[in-house]
Nanobody, 129 residues
Framework: QVQLVESGGGSVQAGGSLRLACVVS????????VAWFRQAPGKEREGVAAIIHSANSAYYTNAMKDRFTISQDNAKNTVDLQMNSLKPEDTAMYYC??????????????????????WGQGTQVTVSS
């Protein structure tokens, strides 16, 4: 069974960095695309970045690509999100989720409210000014 566990959240001042990690218990055809999402209070969930595990192909939301980097560590079975130059508006609960590869390369992972097969519990990121 596919399980996702996030870690690395915390509180940081504006301009700082955080690195989130998502442990993926097992990769299957239904979990080959792993994405990071975030949701701030009162706002819609939005996609941040995604990666196809088997191809190591990364995708970004335009607003994030200059400051955030998604990568995978196959030795640890993690998908990491490096976040630099953090801003107060980056404050949110960050979730990783997994689904089939099609949802990565088709771009559908960027659709608000998109359904993914598997979700983690989330990790809170708070950026203070």
């Amino acid at each position: 069974q596919v399980q996702l566990v996030e870690s690395g959240g915390g509180s940081v001042q504006a301009g700082g960095s955080l690195r989130l990690a998502c442990v993926v218990s097992v990769y299957t055809d239904s979990s080959n695309c792993v994405a990071w999402f975030r949701q701030a209070p009162g706002k819609e969930r939005e996609g941040v970045a995604a990666i196809i595990h088997s191809a190591n192909s990364a995708y970004y939301t335009n607003a994030m690509k200059d400051r955030f980097t998604i990568s995978q560590d196959n030795a640890k079975n993690t998908v990491d999100l490096q976040m630099n130059s953090l801003k107060p508006e980056d404050t949110a609960m960050y979730y990783c989720a997994a689904t089939r590869a099609y949802d990565c390369y088709s771009g559908s992972w960027r659709i608000p409210g998109v359904e993914f097969n598997y979700w983690g519990q989330g990790t809170q990121v708070t950026v203070s000014s």
